[in-house]
């Protein structure tokens, strides 16, 4: 048996949650919201015809591993990352680090996370947990959404690890390799509130950012064109639900953090004015939860005559305009302060 | 530690779901307190959406926000975590009344 010391704590999403977490238990004081508004988590991309999508779906945060690339760009830490082609030489990787002490994120599918009840596990292979020990028959992992250490199979780990499909783990493992003894967050923060409001409001492709809200608005009344029957509707509609609340942290979810981000680098960088973006951020991710929630009844009723699609896109606009003032605001802010 | 969350505000959590969900078939004495509100095995049966109608409800009653989709399974679980929650809540907002 083997069970590196580790202190585990429940974060709001899996891949901020677990490289704060790797971090703090490394000895490096830094918060959840601190790491996500770094790395400028916060975006969003729709995408209405892709290959590897059979239907429109959309992402409210960057892209996975993203996060982390960020936050060492920003703050100097480094992380040691590694990739397998074969499971035998991931699995030695893990023990030997293990062995040494070390505990380590690993990427893997969420559907072989077998400590969480099965109505909740669906296939997305951009899970991340911490493995912090193992006996004959386990690992001992650390989850972020899951309130204390847990049990997994190790033939669970392996086909988590290994999953096929689209965006899979390869085995993927990281862990902290570098923490520099001063950090300049003045300068860290700062390029992540810049880099993030350049996301939502400068990349010239018509589908990222708030100009990706505002296709998703537009192109939402297509979708009953594109659905099979009602219920093929009716589940893509409802999965506007789950993308943005249950999956990861979601529309509402993802911003809240970077309010609480705000919050919390007012204080960091002695920066009062970022509190009233802080405030104005949380009311933008209310209406992002009554949208969802809206989409969420429409799907369950299958109530989705064209006036309900409409509805949807009316409220999809009003997001896109309130985010459109807002980072405006904010980017000017920042230059400012 | 928090202090054992009163009956009064269980009772209250109770028929703010019953009412957020219209739900008519259902006694308030019939909901166990310690049971998990979903997956089956209480009186209710609720699922992801009825989830975020309780989240936005206990927000508008409250004013409590459930910031994400961790904390939210973890103080959904059942009558007395979300008891716990809202009394945990209330003090970190009004620290005086401890």
């Known amino acids: 048996m083997i069970s590196v010391p580790y202190k585990h704590k429940m974060a709001a999403h899996c891949e901020s949650g677990s490289i704060t977490s790797l971090l703090n238990n ?37 892209k996975p591993g993203q996060m982390r690339e960020n936050f060492t760009k920003r703050t100097g830490v480094k992380f040691k990352t590694y990739s397998f082609s074969h499971p035998e030489k991931g699995f030695l990787v893990l023990d030997h680090l293990l062995d040494s002490n070390i505990p380590v994120a690993a990427q893997v599918d969420f559907y072989y996370m077998d400590y969480i009840p099965s109505w909740e596990r669906v296939h997305i292979n951009v899970h991340f947990i911490v493995v912090v020990g193992k006996d004959d028959s386990a690992y001992l992992v650390s989850d972020s959404y899951f309130p204390e250490l847990v049990s997994l199979r190790v033939e669970s780990l392996r086909k988590a690890r290994f999953a096929g499909g689209n965006m899979s783990p390869k085995g993927f493992l990281f ?16 390029k992540g509130i810049r880099k993030t409001c350049f996301n939502m409001l400068k990349i010239p492709i018509p589908f990222l950012g708030i100009k990706g809200i505002r296709m998703f608005a537009k192109k939402i009344v297509e979708w009953p064109a594109l659905a099979r029957d009602t219920e093929h509707l ?6 506007i639900n789950v993308l943005l609340e249950d999956q990861g942290t979601g529309g509402a979810g993802f911003r809240f953090m970077f ?19 802080s405030k104005k951020m949380m009311v933008i991710g209310d209406g992002w939860r009554e949208f969802s929630l809206l ?16 509805e949807l896109s009316d409220l999809l606009m009003d997001r896109a305009k309130a985010e459109e003032q807002y980072f405006n605001e904010l980017y000017k802010a920042i230059k400012e302060i | 530690m928090t202090d054992i969350p009163n009956n009064e505000l269980k009772k209250e959590i109770k028929m703010l779901i019953m009412n957020t969900l219209n739900i008519t078939d259902v006694k308030p004495e019939d909901i166990d307190e310690g049971i998990p509100l979903f997956g089956g095995g209480n009186a209710l049966t609720l699922d992801s959406v009825d ?48």
Not at chain 1, 295 to 310: E, S, V, W
Not at chain 2, 59 to 87: K, M, P, V, W
Request: glycine share 4%.
């Open chain 1, 26 to 62: 490394a000895g490096l004081d830094i918060t959840e919201p601190m790491v996500f508004g770094i790395s400028s988590g916060l975006f969003f991309a729709y995408f209405h015809k892709m290959r590897s999508f059979t239907f429109p779906t959309f992402i409210v945060r960057n």
């Open chain 1, 259 to 277: 309010a609480t981000f705000l919050q919390q680098a007012a204080a960091k960088i002695n920066t009062p004015q970022l509190l009233d973006f």
């Open chain 1, 175 to 190: 862990h902290p390799e570098f923490i520099p003894e001063e950090i300049d967050y003045e300068t860290a923060i700062r």
């Open chain 2, 51 to 98: 989830a975020l109608e309780i989240i936005m409800a206990i927000q508008r009653n409250y004013q409590i926000r459930i910031t994400d989709q961790s904390q939210a399974r973890y103080t959904l679980r059942s009558i007395n975590s979300i008891a716990e929650f809202i009394e945990t809540e209330r003090k970190n907002q009004h620290p005086e009344n401890i």
């Open chain 1, 234 to 239: 009716s589940h893509e509609v409802m999965k």
């Open chain 1, 295 to 310: 989409a969420a009844r429409f799907g369950k009723n299958r109530d989705l005559g064209p006036q309900r699609m409409k």
